[in-house]
């Protein structure tokens, strides 16, 4: 059994910081890339940064100079550090894997977290 499970979410004001943290347990032979998704209430999922097994990241344009993604392969985990935050990224904040199990010969299966509410609000 392999689960992705988000903390660090909660309530901040406009203009503070959050950091979320997500880790992958279980019969885990290797991790490719990881991501952070988020959903606003009537909004579609939307991509908000990836980050590939060597380090590199890619961001959304609306979070670019403020997020920071980053991992540490050692523990399986990647973090989103969120600055200058706004109310726009209130939305519930998923983690992503591909992942490699112990029991499977398949590269980079798809794994979610169940999400972790941030809300930016005074």
């Known amino acids: 059994q392999v689960q992705l499970v988000e903390s660090g979410g909660g309530l901040v004001q406009p203009g503070g910081s959050l950091k979320l943290s997500c880790t992958a347990s279980?019969?885990?032979?290797?991790?490719?890339?990881m991501a952070w998704y988020r959903q606003a209430p009537g909004k579609q999922r939307e991509l908000v940064a990836l980050?590939?097994?060597?380090?590199?990241?890619n961001y959304a344009d609306s979070v670019k100079d403020r997020f920071t993604i980053s991992r540490d392969n050692t523990k399986n985990t990647v973090y989103l550090q969120m600055n200058i935050l706004k109310p726009e990224d209130t939305a519930v904040y998923y983690c992503?894997?591909?992942?490699?199990?112990?029991?499977?010969?398949?590269?980079?299966?798809?794994?979610w977290g169940q999400g972790t509410q941030v809300t930016v609000s005074s």
């Open positions: 992503y894997g591909r992942i490699t199990t112990e029991t499977t010969m398949i590269y980079g299966n798809p794994y």
């Open positions: 980050i590939t097994r060597g380090g590199d990241a």
């Open positions: 279980g019969s885990i032979r290797s991790i490719a890339n």
